[in-house]
């Protein structure tokens, strides 16, 4: 992309009408000491699982459970969540990164509209943090020791980070001793951070 | 504040949408003006029954403007009753929000995807 190409959907970042007048009401708001914005976060935060549609954990256990629907999925991930028809806006530019056991898939991005909250909730309020950003991509691998995940020194690590209009969401490892789940008992296995890479889905049998 | 002020907002505000355990949100701005009302009520600025009032006019006022009343505009609703109190209370005036609300814009519009948006003192022209 070059300085000239003014395609406005792509070169910069957008916001919608409701989310202007938003953050135009946040930062008055903030200017005039009426509210702080870590406790807005902190009020925020306490609903994170609670808005939008949160499909991401439905798309992965399809995938772990329908092996014709995961190639879709890593073919076109837009497309393939598309199909699912409970999706709503979600999927635009879309793809969909597997984690195996040679590869651990991480995603960053400072907050813009290429998070995928549609399918995974709200972000957290690390992955806004610009240390998490900068740290991801020189070490991946201390930043997950932060979050307790330790990979095996042979797994390679990949940091995607998005990048004008792509998403994405991480496909990560089906975990042992879920065989004959159904989709909706895997579903519950599959956390925000796991759909990021900065966590694994949950053990089965682990108290959750 | 905590998840009392949130419970205790849900029930003086009944028509919040809600799921067994507390308010849902269909996008994240919803929840940041969810968060703001709840803010400006500790602070004093309203109380509860006030809310409802403005908010109930306000949604009267949608619908007689042909809103279909399916839920999904709610939050609209609330945003502008947000602002409208705002306003009527004297915190702030509606022509500062809006120069405000067109700052951002600017800020968006030259800011390259994927960095932070950061309101700068040249946005407001």
Not at chain 1, 173 to 185: D, H, I, K, L, N
Not at chain 2, 18 to 43: I, K, N, Y
Request: aromatic share 8%.
């Amino acid at each position: 992309m070059t300085d000239h190409d003014h395609d406005h959907h792509h070169d910069h970042s957008e916001l919608s009408e409701l989310e202007l007048r938003v953050r135009a009401l946040e930062t008055v708001l903030t200017e005039k000491g009426y509210v702080e914005p870590a406790a807005l976060d902190a009020i925020i935060q306490a609903y994170e699982t609670k808005i939008g549609p949160h499909n991401g954990a439905q798309v992965v256990a399809k995938a772990w459970t329908d092996p014709a629907f995961k190639k879709a999925l890593l073919d076109d991930a837009s497309k393939a969540v598309g199909t699912l028809g409970h999706v709503g806006r979600t999927g635009d530019h879309l793809v969909a990164v597997e984690n195996t056991p040679q590869r651990h898939n991480m995603v960053v991005c400072t907050l813009c509209s290429c998070y995928p909250w549609e399918m995974l909730g709200l972000p957290p309020v690390w992955y806004k943090a610009a240390p998490y950003r900068t740290r991801a991509v020189k070490d991946p691998r201390g930043v997950l020791a932060d979050f307790g995940i330790s990979l095996p020194k042979e797994t390679e690590i990949r940091v995607w980070d998005s990048t004008a209009e792509t998403r994405f969401l991480v496909l990560p490892m089906r975990p042992a001793g879920t065989e004959g789940w159904s989709e909706q008992q895997l579903a519950d296995l599959v956390t925000r951070d796991s759909m990021i890479g900065t966590g694994f889905p949950k053990t089965p049998g682990a108290p959750s | 504040m905590d998840q009392t002020a949130a419970r205790k907002a849900t029930t003086e505000v009944p028509s919040i949408p809600c799921d067994a355990e507390g308010p849902v949100f269909r996008e994240p701005w919803e929840a940041q003006a969810f968060a703001m009302a709840l803010t400006l009520h500790d602070r004093g600025v309203f109380t509860w029954p006030e809310w409802a009032a403005a908010l109930a006019a306000e949604i009267k006022r949608a619908q007689a403007a042909g809103d279909p009343d399916t839920g999904e505009t709610y939050y609209r609703h609330w945003l502008n009753t947000l602002e409208g109190l705002v306003a009527a209370k004297g915190v702030s005036t509606r022509e500062t929000l809006l120069r405000y609300r067109d700052a951002w814009d600017h800020a968006a519009d030259r800011t390259p995807h994927g960095q932070p948006i950061v309101l700068r003192p040249d946005d407001f022209r």
